[in-house]
């Protein structure tokens, strides 16, 4: 079984959880661009932040035999701090152009504030320049009407649907997105948002089409195996391992495919990697020798 891990914040994980990764089947992973848990007073932060993530972080994934690819944005959290947001939507346009960068994101709304919906409309229109997807985070709070009012932006700019990721979904907002033709993601997380068996119930009640399952792992408590684990759980309950497979893997690699940028057959195998290498002089084995 391969899996891409569609939405996973490594910047805040450790290098044993690329390796237990690797070992459950994990041979690609989607980095979005995201909140540090703590707000970021200026821009110099997040080019540091976004660097890492197209550098180091692709580097440190290799190192376990895992590819690595990101999306950028400003996240809605600091799309309301006038500190930071204009000045990271003057950076935004070039980190787009980058190769490892499969879509912008995360954008969206969380407050819901007048100002997140101007932000998600500016970097909506940056998508549409630079024809890239969009991984849209929807509210933990009054989450349905936060989906509605994501959907009818996106009609209104005439967003194309299918290039469209509407994440952190559950039961009460399937029906809107259906409906609409864009994508739907599902963070599978170990006490909040979506459990392994909400998600089994889901899949045998309206299939497997245009959805995506995810960990959105961080730094907060969470569990960077849950793709897996619900993987489990789907074949304990009988789900096809065709309908899995598409669930885990041809979904996410045919959406984010889309740039042009994701090559689903060189995901076929890992990339290689030899752990003498360094990045900027720095290696994962911090001194050890390598064994491979």
């Keep these: 079984m391969k899996i891409f891990e569609p939405h996973i914040h490594m910047f805040s994980r450790i290098t044993d959880d690329y390796e237990k990764l690797a070992l459950a089947g994990v041979r690609a992973v989607l980095e979005p661009a995201f909140w540090l848990g703590q707000n970021r007073t200026h821009v110099g932060t997040f080019i540091d932040y976004f660097d890492t993530i197209l550098g180091w972080e692709r580097f440190r994934a290799q190192q376990f035999g895992i590819h690595h690819y990101c999306t950028m944005g400003l996240n809605p959290r600091e799309a309301n701090d006038d500190r930071v947001n204009d000045a990271v939507m003057e950076i935004l346009p070039r980190y787009l152009e980058k190769d490892s960068v499969v879509g912008v994101g995360e954008i969206g709304l969380d407050d819901q504030t007048e100002k997140e919906e101007r932000y998600l409309i500016a970097q909506l229109e940056l998508g549409l320049r630079h024809e890239l997807p969009v991984l849209v985070h929807t509210p933990h709070r009054d989450k349905k009407r936060g989906f509605a009012r994501c959907i009818a932006i996106l009609q209104d700019m005439?967003?194309?649907?299918?290039?469209?990721?509407?994440?952190?979904?559950?039961?009460?907002?399937?029906?809107?997105?259906?409906?609409?033709?864009?994508?739907?993601?599902?963070?599978?997380?170990?006490?909040?948002?979506?459990?392994?068996?909400?998600?089994?119930?889901?899949?045998?009640?309206?299939?497997?089409?245009?959805?995506?399952?995810?960990?959105?792992?961080?730094?907060?408590?969470?569990?960077?195996?849950?793709?897996?684990?619900?993987?489990?759980k789907l074949r304990q309950a009988g789900v096809a391992e065709h309908a899995i497979q598409q669930l885990v893997w041809d979904n996410p690699v045919g959406f984010f495919a889309q740039t042009g940028r994701l090559d689903a057959a060189e995901l076929s195998q890992p990339p290689g990697f030899d752990r003498r290498e360094t990045f900027d002089g720095n290696s994962v084995l911090r001194g050890q020798d390598p064994t491979r």
């Design 158 to 232: 005439a967003y194309p649907m299918e290039r469209v990721l509407l994440d952190h979904g559950n039961e009460e907002t399937i029906q809107i997105t259906r409906e609409v033709g864009c994508y739907q993601g599902f963070s599978i997380y170990p006490f909040t948002k979506m459990d392994e068996n909400r998600m089994v119930a889901i899949v045998q009640e309206f299939g497997v089409e245009r959805m995506v399952i995810n960990s959105a792992a961080d730094w907060g408590v969470s569990d960077p195996l849950m793709v897996p684990k619900t993987i489990v």
